[in-house]
């Protein structure tokens, strides 16, 4: 389980990040992203939204699975196989938390992450250097994740603006289960209708389009063609399983045509 520390120059001077797998994950079906990103996951990812963890409304989401447990567009080594990486998966294994008073967020780490080091090893990051002061690279790690917390702000208003025009509804998908034989229906996530959508009064459709939630929407319309991806990442999968090969065996990344991810930068 993740145990978020604030980060601190008494508690965490010698520490540092390793670069490691995201095996963390293998069983995340999916993700959080915010709308900057979007154009970098429309070429790999549907996108959807699911009910945020207080029942409240909706969380922006890139489909990685259509059933729990499961992570395709991770090697079951743990290795990121799907072209861009989402942020959430990059700010690993910090988060900006806020404080008891509610008041600001502070810069937490989780100490059982396997990235994690309580003391720098020769091919760590160190978080602090010799005088105590963050190191550039902690700089750059909390500019980013202040930009991603602005980003889920901006998404989560686009997206409360949707789910206000009564735009949201759930997404009836049917499947069939890794080993190919039963069919079941996907639980749990929603996307547009799209119908709803082209009947909006001029008024509503122009407060979308001014807050970029229209923008969002037909992003979610036009991404829903790659579960056709995902499904057969999804069989590439499972037929290495009953190979019990490893998936390397097949080009898994060839399915994607941009591995483009700049490090700290959506």
């Given at each position: 389980m993740p145990h978020y520390v604030a980060l601190s120059k008494s508690a965490h001077r010698s520490a540092g990040v390793r670069p490691t797998n995201l095996?963390?994950?293998?069983?995340?079906?999916?993700?959080?992203?915010?709308?900057?990103?979007?154009?970098?996951v429309l070429p790999t990812m549907p996108l959807a939204f699911v009910k945020t963890p207080s029942g409240e409304g909706f969380e922006l989401v890139a489909l990685q699975a259509l059933q729990p447990g499961t992570n395709v567009y991770l090697h079951t080594d743990g290795r990121w196989i799907g072209g861009y990486r989402p942020a959430w998966y990059r700010s690993h294994p910090f988060r900006l938390i806020p404080d008891e008073s509610g008041s600001r967020r502070v810069l937490c780490v989780d100490e059982e992450a396997e990235a994690f080091e309580k003391e720098a090893g020769p091919d760590s990051r160190s978080l602090f250097g010799p005088d105590g002061e963050p190191t550039e690279h902690t700089r750059n790690l909390i500019s980013?994740?202040?930009?991603?917390?602005?980003?889920?702000?901006?998404?989560?208003?686009?997206?409360?603006?949707?789910?206000?025009?009564?735009?949201?509804?759930?997404?009836?998908?049917?499947?069939?289960?890794?080993?190919?034989?039963?069919g079941f229906d996907v639980q749990g996530i929603y996307h547009i209708d799209e119908a709803a959508l082209k009947a909006l009064e001029p008024e509503s459709a122009a407060k979308l389009l001014?807050?970029?939630?229209?923008?969002?929407?037909?992003?979610?319309?036009?991404?829903?063609?790659?579960?056709?991806?995902?499904?057969?990442?999804?069989?590439?999968r499972s037929e290495a399983n009953r190979r019990k090969a490893a998936v390397d065996d097949v080009d898994v990344e060839s399915l994607f045509a941009d591995d483009d991810d700049d490090d700290l930068t959506f």
């Amino acid at each position: 389980m993740p145990h978020y520390v604030a980060l601190s120059k008494s508690a965490h001077r010698s520490a540092g990040v390793r670069p490691t797998n995201l095996a963390h994950a293998l069983e995340q079906a999916v993700v959080p992203v915010v709308a900057e990103e979007v154009p970098r996951v429309l070429p790999t990812m549907p996108l959807a939204f699911v009910k945020t963890p207080s029942g409240e409304g909706f969380e922006l989401v890139a489909l990685q699975a259509l059933q729990p447990g499961t992570n395709v567009y991770l090697h079951t080594d743990g290795r990121w196989i799907g072209g861009y990486r989402p942020a959430w998966y990059r700010s690993h294994p910090f988060r900006l938390i806020p404080d008891e008073s509610g008041s600001r967020r502070v810069l937490c780490v989780d100490e059982e992450a396997e990235a994690f080091e309580k003391e720098a090893g020769p091919d760590s990051r160190s978080l602090f250097g010799p005088d105590g002061e963050p190191t550039e690279h902690t700089r750059n790690l909390i500019s980013f994740l202040e930009q991603l917390e602005q980003g889920r702000e901006v998404t989560h208003a686009a997206v409360s603006l949707l789910a206000e025009q009564g735009l949201i509804v759930p997404w009836e998908i049917s499947a069939r289960n890794a080993k190919g034989e039963t069919g079941f229906d996907v639980q749990g996530i929603y996307h547009i209708d799209e119908a709803a959508l082209k009947a909006l009064e001029p008024e509503s459709a122009a407060k979308l389009l001014k807050s970029g939630a229209l923008s969002l929407a037909f992003s979610q319309l036009l991404s829903e063609h790659r579960l056709q991806g995902l499904v057969r990442l999804y069989e590439l999968r499972s037929e290495a399983n009953r190979r019990k090969a490893a998936v390397d065996d097949v080009d898994v990344e060839s399915l994607f045509a941009d591995d483009d991810d700049d490090d700290l930068t959506f």
